[in-house]
Nanobody, 115 residues
Framework: QVQLVESGGGLGQAGGSLRLSCAAS??????????WSWYRQAPGKQRELVAR???????TYADSVKGRFAISRDNAKKVTYLQMNSLKAEDTAVYYC???????WGQGTQVTVSS
């Protein structure tokens, strides 16, 4: 059974940094061959794509986080990372890891940014 476990959330200061991790286990496929994504959902808002990294390492970012966030992957460890810099209050949300082909979500990790 595929399981995605996020970690690294918590309380951050505006202008500060946090790094999220998403560890994959129980895979029936090869981690390196898939595209991995981070989504977020703020209270009262729809879940939105934050960043995505393809199997080749190409990345896509939401306009709201470009230049501040960076997604990366460690295929050997089966972990996806989201480095979040220059945090803003509007980055407050639950952040989820996602793999599209298997349609698997993590349980989410709360990020709260205080101004």
């Amino acid at each position: 059974q595929v399981q995605l476990v996020e970690s690294g959330g918590g309380l951050g200061q505006a202008g500060g940094s946090l790094r999220l991790s998403c560890a994959a286990s129980g895979l029936s496929f090869t981690f390196a061959t898939r595209t991995w994504s981070w989504y977020r959902q703020a209270p009262g808002k729809q879940r939105e794509l934050v960043a995505r990294i393809s199997r080749t390492g190409s990345t896509t970012y939401a306009d709201s986080v470009k230049g501040r966030f960076a997604i990366s992957r460690d295929n050997a460890k089966k972990v996806t990372y989201l480095q979040m810099n220059s945090l803003k209050a509007e980055d407050t949300a639950v952040y989820y890891c996602y793999e599209g082909d298997a349609n698997v979500w993590g349980q989410g990790t709360q990020v709260t940014v205080s101004s």
